[in-house]
């Protein structure tokens, strides 16, 4: 089978079958806990990606996406830390009780100093997650709710956050208008805030500018858009194959208003692990990058079991 088609299929994207149908929005509840999240229904549609200030986002070509689901906001700690802590997710528990099946997932190790570095914990984004533990957070979802989650691909994250926009930032070209949708380095304090306490975009997405870095599923190829000059590309997505860098998109609270832009690219670097005293250095944990989170997307079309497995089972590339 074609690598890109087999990809395709492991992410649960169709670009043909459910072109017309009608999403909508929708809570998932995780049984047998207090825990919640908002996802918002995605149209599928053809957008142009890129940009003209860096290399990387050129050429600016149209992109064809299937329609999906995606978090109204940022993943927050509320929800992250029930995966990072089995006694927290005691507490969560109605019962007071883990299902063996969620019991067996692997859950990350213990980081060795504060991941919410100050900034936060309750309603605040999580952060600081590598790209393997975003999608083990992702099975971990899984179990406990039977429902495919799985990190954007970088096409899929610009067209949401871009949400029918074609200019710099998804609410135009004025980067002055920027303190009333994003929390950037001109306005945070240095912080992560409360996730949803600046304006949506037109699709009702919450903090797609600013606040934390996402995670995409891709990895981060400098000239992957050259490819697509002159053509429309089908749900395109660079599959990772090594450690670094994969693709990180939105700009954060530390970031200049350049870089919070809809087409601006971020690659994820070695250095985010530098001060990690372990060895081997850990696959959960950058502690030199309180500026990354994630948001969930779920496919309209849920791939097979056996393939959400083998998207969730990777194993982890060891890191240098």
């Not at 969620?102 to 100093?113: E, F, G, I, S």
């Not at 067209?159 to 200019?167: E, F, L, N, P, T």
């Given at each position: 089978m074609h690598k890109s088609l087999l990809a395709l299929i492991l992410l649960g994207i169709s670009s043909t079958s459910f072109a017309q149908q009608k999403l909508?929005?929708?809570?998932?509840e995780i049984k047998g806990t207090k825990l919640k999240f908002d996802m918002v229904a995605i149209p599928a549609g053809v957008y142009k990606q890129g940009g003209n200030v860096q290399a990387d986002e050129k050429p600016i070509h149209e992109v064809k996406i299937a329609p999906f689901w995606i978090g109204k906001?940022?993943?927050?700690?509320?929800?992250?830390?029930?995966?990072?802590?089995?006694?927290y997710e005691l507490t969560?528990?109605?019962?007071?009780?883990?299902?063996?099946?969620?019991?067996?997932?692997?859950?990350?190790?213990?980081?060795?100093?504060?991941?919410?570095?100050?900034?936060g914990k309750e309603g605040h984004p999580a952060l600081a997650m590598t790209h393997y533990n975003a999608i083990q957070f992702c099975k971990w979802l899984y179990v406990r709710t039977g429902?495919?989650?799985?990190?954007?691909?970088?096409?899929?994250?610009?067209?949401?956050?871009?949400?029918?926009?074609?200019?710099?930032?998804?609410?135009?070209?004025?980067a002055a208008q920027l303190d009333q949708y994003a929390w950037h380095k001109g306005n945070s304090d240095g912080s992560t805030h409360l996730v949803g306490t600046k304006k949506p975009n037109a699709w009702g997405l919450f903090d797609m500018h600013g606040n934390v870095s996402e995670w995409t599923f891709d990895q981060y190829i400098e000239d992957y858009y050259k490819q697509f000059e002159g053509k429309v590309a089908d749900n395109p997505v660079a599959v990772p194959t090594k450690l670094y860098p994969n693709s990180v998109r939105g700009g954060s609270f530390d970031s200049?208003?350049?870089?919070?832009?809809?087409?601006?690219?971020?690659?994820?670097?070695?250095?985010?692990?530098?001060?990690?005293?372990q060895i081997p250095k850990s696959n959960w944990w950058f502690p030199e990058a309180p500026f990354v989170g994630m948001r969930l997307v779920r496919p309209v079309t849920p791939p097979s079991h056996e393939e959400i497995m083998a998207y969730y089972d990777k194993a982890p590339i060891k890191d240098y």
């Open positions: 909508e929005s929708y809570v998932q906001y940022e993943v927050t700690w509320n929800l992250f830390e029930p995966f990072l802590y089995k006694d969560q528990s109605l019962d007071g009780k883990i299902a063996p099946e969620v019991d067996a997932v692997t859950r990350p190790t213990k980081p060795y100093l504060d991941m919410t570095f100050g900034m429902v495919f989650y799985r990190l954007p691909t970088e096409a899929e994250w610009e067209y949401a956050c871009r949400a029918g926009s074609d200019k710099a930032y998804s609410f135009g070209n004025d200049e208003p350049v870089d919070l832009r809809s087409a601006a690219r971020l690659a994820s670097d070695p250095f985010w692990k530098q001060l990690d005293p």
